[in-house]
Every structure is written in C-alpha cells, then in structure tokens.
C-alpha cells in the first residue's frame, strides 16, 4: 500500500506565508510527478503545482510567483511554499503522485487526504 500524509495547513492572516509538506511511504519502486492541488468550497478541485522527476515545474496562472514547488526524490517528499496568500486561496490543498509499486506495475496516481488552508482577511 502507499500512504501520502500531507502537513503544514493552518489559519493564516492575508499577505502571510505557509510551508505544506506531503510525504510518501509505502511501496513504491518510483515516483514520477508529483503535484499539490486544491479544492475550495464548492468548486472542482484544480491544479496549482506540479513537478516531474526531472524538476520541470509548472505552475497555476493564479499562483505564479507566489507559490514554489520543490521535491526531495530520496525523502519521498514534496513541498509547496505559498506566500502572499489571499482568501481566494482558502481551500484543502491535497497531495497527488503518480508512481509504480513495482517494476511490473504500471503507474498511478495517489492522492493523500488533504490538509486544510485558511486564508482570513
């Protein structure tokens, strides 16, 4: 089984910054992309970062600039930091990775449960 446990959501004041952390365990042979998205009250869940095994990132228009993605491949980890934050950014923000837990498997994408962004203003 693989297990994505996210960390770092809170209640922040406008203009401030977070740091979200996203830690994968399991089996796992490899780890291709892996990315943060984001959910807000009664809207689709949407992509706001994402980088490859290579690092190539890309980004969400309405994030760019503010937000960094980084991964760590011997740790497993991904993180995303967000700064300038503001209430239009409140929302649960989940981990996804796309990987295979052996060398016959194909890949596929995991999502962890989300931890939970507050932006006041």
């Known amino acids: 089984q693989v297990q994505l446990v996210e960390s770092g959501g809170g209640l922040v004041q406008a203009g401030e910054a977070l740091r979200l952390s996203c830690a994968a365990s399991?089996?796992?042979?490899?780890?291709?992309?892996m990315a943060w998205y984001r959910q807000a009250p009664g809207k689709l869940r949407e992509l706001v970062a994402r980088?490859?095994?290579?690092?190539?990132?890309n980004y969400a228009d309405s994030v760019k600039g503010r937000f960094t993605i980084s991964r760590d491949s011997a740790k497993r980890t991904v993180d995303l930091q967000v700064s300038s934050l503001n209430p239009e950014d409140t929302a649960v923000y989940f981990c996804?990775?796309?990987?295979?837990?052996?060398?016959?498997?194909?890949?596929?994408?995991?999502w962890g449960k989300g931890t939970l962004v507050t932006v006041s203003s």
């Open positions: 399991g089996r796992i042979f490899s780890i291709n992309a």
């Open positions: 980088i490859t095994s290579g690092g190539v990132t």
């Open positions: 996804n990775v796309n990987l295979r837990q052996s060398y016959f498997d194909s890949s596929g994408d995991y």
